[in-house]
């Protein structure tokens, strides 16, 4: 057996995908799905991308294309995303539980521990009981390393033949020849940055790259170049990345609906965001030592304003109402009613895990405050467990709707919602 083997899962065309599950009529359709504020394209069915709409299009300006050529829209539906993403997981962690969730719509697992002789078989097997289970149609890629089994899980997608799945694991030749099959941009950690460096140095290709000498790549990319030319020749430098990892920072931020003058948005906006991000924040056991809110106004506009605010806790926090109230009052203090304010962002960091809190030595850290505030919100967030999120949340946040970015086309939340479960209809014979 090989000292490391990993697959890659990644799920077809993810958002798009989604929306197909509760919409058989959309199968063969061309899809798009927009980003917030139904501003970009940022998922594509097949058939759109065969019409030729680029990733990140604007909207606005394929609207004649949209409708000349009967593409269905959707604004993002992040709710059904999110649940959609959880049950794949749930299922993926049931066949092995060294899994790393890499993003939405992606896991690595690591298989060295499963006993399977036939790779291949067994995620045909497991691509066949995602469709099934889930109805996500996802492609499977498996090989030695990482950066070997995110090629191989590209070309899964791509080739036709292949199905949805390519083992290049153990087999030299094939490994090669798909390695002289990507191009160097298309490798995990180049991109864009570093794509044009290396072809001004003749390498074009996956395998040209796995061809350097380790130190000529190191002196071109330092200590990353030369754990790629490791990773493409099998042998592993990057391990499952599992939880446990202590999150350094929780971020919220809204293009608003529509740019606003009105203080009374902008602090509903910031309760929101602010409850949203400390009720993360308890959710992992940690609490905050320092919060910034950055208000700006629209960038591409003549006059660029940006208001930025720190604070630091002396007592550190994962109270939202507290958390609040500084921010609008420090918000208040530097408000310009003249500005049209486009975007607000809220930044939670220097986390620290409520278990481990210490008074400091100057006795300003005020652990009772703390205990006494974390048995009221464990109040409410068991509250909001157990009969919806937001049944118990802060008038502040009721202030204004109009900074809600706008997803006029958004699908059902079909299964997270009780309102919006999909209707099932029995016709009398
Ligand atoms: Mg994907």
């Not at 089994?149 to 083992?167: N, Y």
Request: proline share 3%; with cysteine; glycine share 6%.
């Amino acid at each position: 057996m090989a000292a490391s083997l990993f697959a890659l899962i990644d799920c077809d065309n993810f958002f798009v995908s989604c929306e197909r599950l509760f919409r058989a009529d959309l199968q063969s359709r061309p899809v798009v799905v927009l980003s917030s504020n139904d501003g970009c394209v940022v998922s594509r069915s097949k058939e759109a991308k065969a019409l030729g709409i680029p990733m990140a299009a604007p909207a606005y300006q394929y609207q004649q294309l949209f409708k000349s050529q009967g593409v269905v829209q959707f604004s993002a539906n992040f709710e059904l995303y999110g649940d959609i993403s959880e049950r794949i997981i749930h299922l993926l962690t049931a066949i092995t539980p060294r899994i790393e969730v890499y993003s939405v719509d992606e896991a690595f697992l690591s298989l060295n521990e499963l006993d399977i002789s036939d790779w291949q078989a067994w995620a045909v097997a497991v691509r066949a009981r995602v469709l099934q289970e889930v109805g996500m149609p996802v492609s499977i890629g498996i090989a030695e390393t990482k950066t070997l089994a995110k090629i191989a899980g590209e070309h899964a997608k791509h080739v036709a033949g292949l199905e949805g799945v390519l083992d290049i694991s153990g087999q030299l030749d094939r490994r090669r020849h798909y390695l002289s099959e990507t191009a160097i941009q298309d490798v995990w950690g180049i991109g864009r940055r570093l794509g044009p460096r290396l072809r001004a140095e003749g390498v074009y290709t996956a395998l040209d790259l796995a061809r350097l000498r380790p130190r000529y790549a190191q002196q071109l990319m330092g200590v990353h170049g030369r754990q790629l030319v490791a990773e493409l020749t099998g042998q592993c430098c990057h391990q499952l990345e599992q939880e446990g990892r202590v999150r350094q920072s929780i971020m919220h931020g809204r293009i608003f609906g529509e740019d606003t003058q009105q203080f009374v948005v902008i602090e509903a906006a910031i309760a929101s965001l602010t409850n949203k991000a400390a009720s993360r924040l308890r959710a992992e056991r940690l609490l905050a030592q320092t919060a910034v809110v950055q208000l700006t106004t629209n960038r591409h506009k003549p006059g660029y304003q940006r208001l930025n605010h720190r604070l630091n806790f002396q007592t550190p926090s994962a109270d939202g109402g507290y958390i609040t109230a500084q921010l609008v009052a420090a918000v208040k203090a530097n408000f310009n009613p003249h500005n049209w304010y486009h975007r607000v962002n809220i930044m939670l960091y220097d986390l620290v895990s409520q278990d481990v809190l210490q008074p400091d030595m100057f006795g300003n850290t005020n652990l009772e405050a703390v205990q006494s505030s974390s048995q009221r919100l464990q109040a409410v967030d068991s509250i909001n467990k157990r009969y919806g999120r937001q049944t118990v949340h802060y008038a502040a946040e009721d202030l204004s709707n109009s900074w809600q970015p706008k997803r006029l086309l958004r699908s059902p939340r079909y299964t997270t919602s009780w309102q919006e479960l999909p209707v099932v209809r029995l016709l009398k014979p």
